[in-house]
């Protein structure tokens, strides 16, 4: 099982260095002006979500590689931070759809034009690295629930006890 985990730690740092790879060298040039990826929002928090996914992913990987007693700490730990960069990449795929979805089809109401007949080749790059990007999102809810599975079958719930009527969680292991 550690094998396992330890490579679905690794296979999200790949994809998150491609995705960041691609939407980095994102920029095109022509008649009708130039657009790269840093002139988006959306697009620049992409690539630093993928940036600090990918290094999460490498130091998680050691860390889940290195064979060491599992500790609530630990488990904990795992937990919570798979579950963050869950959230943190899920947002960077869902708000670069959005921008990749206007640039394909535009916005009258908003007088959004649709820019990929222009810029054809910016569009396909940013396309690659979304959808990249939502694979990793795959990856990393994989890893949430081996995480919670872990910490939530080996470690019991907190038990509540009365000292002096305040209510205090402890936990068991």
Known sequence: MRTVETLLRVFPMALCVGALVIMLKDSQTNEYGSLSYSDIGAFRYLVHASGVCAGYSLLSAVFAAVPRPSTISRAWAFFLLDQLLTYVILAAAAISTEVVYLAYKGDASITWSRTCGSFGGFCRKATASVVITFVVTLCYAAL??????????????PVAYTDKGIEIATFHS
């Open 144 to 157: 949430s629930l081996i995480s919670s599975y872990r910490l939530f079958s080996k470690y019991d719930a």
